[in-house]
């Protein structure tokens, strides 16, 4: 079992739509939790950052984490066809590896 | 700043040849990471150096793969001798605090 899974997808839907991507996770030792976002033929780029659980949120988006259940979420509300991308997951515990899902692809559709 | 750079941006040689990445993290940064990305796996952590000194190198898959970081501007992968399976984008990645910044990979392609 990997430690961390994703559906890799693809996910489409309409603009304007609400999108959810999610992780779930094996590790009770992770305790940063990071989304990224990877447009085609470029490198990840982080979108949120969370510590523990909890909700953040940062305009359009929403990041959320429940550790007693091991599952993360992002929240993209309003979505945009510039939304399109790939979204990885990503957590770590004390040490400096980041483990990575697998990713999901997301198209928006105009 | 320019971002992590990473050199080549594409790459295409024939099985067995050696074959060398090239990155230049962010100024300051003291973490520097090397990932792989494949469809079939996704992201994979390499190895990884903390002001210049290797910390964990489990990730390198096999002893074809070595990667070395002789100051704090510059990091190289090397895989010799490359073979088909090598085929995969290669990312280098800096740290500062919690971000990690990724460049834009080094696609290789191995015939």
């Known amino acids: ?110 | 700043d320019a971002g992590v750079i990473q050199s080549p941006r594409h790459e295409v040689t024939e099985m067995g040849q050696e074959v060398t990445l090239r990155c230049k993290p962010i100024s300051g940064h003291d973490y520097l990471f090397w990932y792989r990305q494949t469809m079939m796996r996704g992201l994979e952590l390499l190895i990884y150096f903390n002001n210049n000194v290797p910390i964990d190198d489990s990730g390198m898959p096999e002893d074809r793969f070595s990667a070395k970081m002789p100051n704090a501007s510059f990091s190289t992968l090397k895989i010799q001798p490359s073979e088909p399976r090598d085929s995969a984008v290669y990312f280098c990645a800096s740290r500062f605090w919690d971000t990690i910044y990724f460049g834009e990979g080094s696609w290789l392609t191995v015939v």
């Open chain 1, 1 to 110: 079992q990997k430690e961390v899974e994703q559906d890799p997808g693809p996910l489409s839907v309409p603009e304007g739509a609400i999108v959810s991507l999610n992780c779930t996770y094996s590790n009770s030792a992770f305790q940063y939790f990071m989304w990224y976002r990877q447009y085609s033929r470029k490198g990840p780029e982080l979108l949120m950052y969370t510590y523990s659980s909890g909700n953040k949120e940062d305009g359009r988006f929403t990041a959320q984490v429940d550790k007693s259940s091991k599952y993360i979420s992002l929240f993209i509300r309003d979505s945009q066809p510039s939304d399109s991308a790939t979204y990885l997951c990503a957590m770590r515990g004390g040490a400096q590896k980041l483990v990575f899902g697998q990713g999901t692809r997301l198209t928006i559709n105009p």
